[in-house]
């Protein structure tokens, strides 16, 4: 299975400090997020959240797509390759929820959000690219760990739509760890995929904060 919680808080070796960073700095600890996954939002909302979702991670090349071409060794590459291939099942169901949802709810100040979420996606094309070692991989392996909860989301939208969710194929637990203890053997590779993975976090917590400042905005209108 991929990551959640339980695994983050107990599995041990040079995880830690990308255990860490994903469990202080992970979506799983934003408070409207969390209301969005306990289906406790109207209907519009979470139509909101899977149009915006899909702006950042249903584009193609995205986050691990790009960061396989930066990957240099033999067990960065394949992870990432796994993670690619399963990835392209999620931007499909992405794909299908966005047509599910309908239009856009009418949100005032559309345009300011449409702004920040390319400056988001800017970002995060600019990591995934990054020719520093280790920065695309930790930007893949943060996305890979965070989207266990974006897709919690993501299914309770479908259960709203009347769509039935399938298993996510993302590579388990496990091997993720397996790949980021590898690396970070080297200092500097390290810190570059902490960097990476760090700066995917920001980006996802400044998502969940538009979506909430959207609703808002909505229920003043």
Do not use: K
Not at 32 to 38: F, G, K, Q, S, V
Not at 75 to 87: D, T, V
Not at 120 to 135: E, F, V
Request: charge should be negative.
């Amino acid at each position: 299975m991929p990551f959640d919680s339980v695994q983050i808080a107990h599995l041990g070796g040079a995880w830690g400090a990308m255990g860490s960073l994903a469990g202080s700095d992970g979506s799983a600890n934003h408070p409207y997020l969390r209301r969005l996954i306990d289906d406790i939002e109207p209907q519009r909302d979470l139509c909101d959240a899977v149009h915006y979702i899909c702006l950042l991670h249903g584009r193609h090349p995205g986050v691990i797509d790009h960061a396989l071409e930066h990957a240099r060794m033999p067990i960065e590459s394949g992870w990432i390759e796994a993670a690619a291939e399963a990835f392209a099942g999620e931007r499909a169901y992405l794909v299908r929820l966005v047509a599910a949802a309908g239009p856009l709810p009418s949100t005032p100040g559309h345009a300011e959000s449409e702004a920040v979420t390319a400056a988001q996606s800017h970002a995060l094309d600019m990591l995934a690219q990054s020719d520093r070692s280790g920065c695309a991989t930790g930007a893949a392996v943060a996305l890979a760990i965070d989207w266990t909860t974006i897709r919690q989301v993501l299914d309770t939208a479908a259960h709203r739509f009347g769509i039935t969710p399938f298993p996510t194929t993302l590579p388990l637990a496990e091997e993720t760890v397996s790949v980021v203890d590898a690396l970070a053997r080297e200092c500097a590779i390290e810190r570059a995929m902490l960097f990476g993975a760090q700066q995917v976090y920001a980006q996802h917590r400044g998502l969940w904060d538009l979506l909430e400042a959207r609703a808002g905005a909505r229920n003043r209108g």
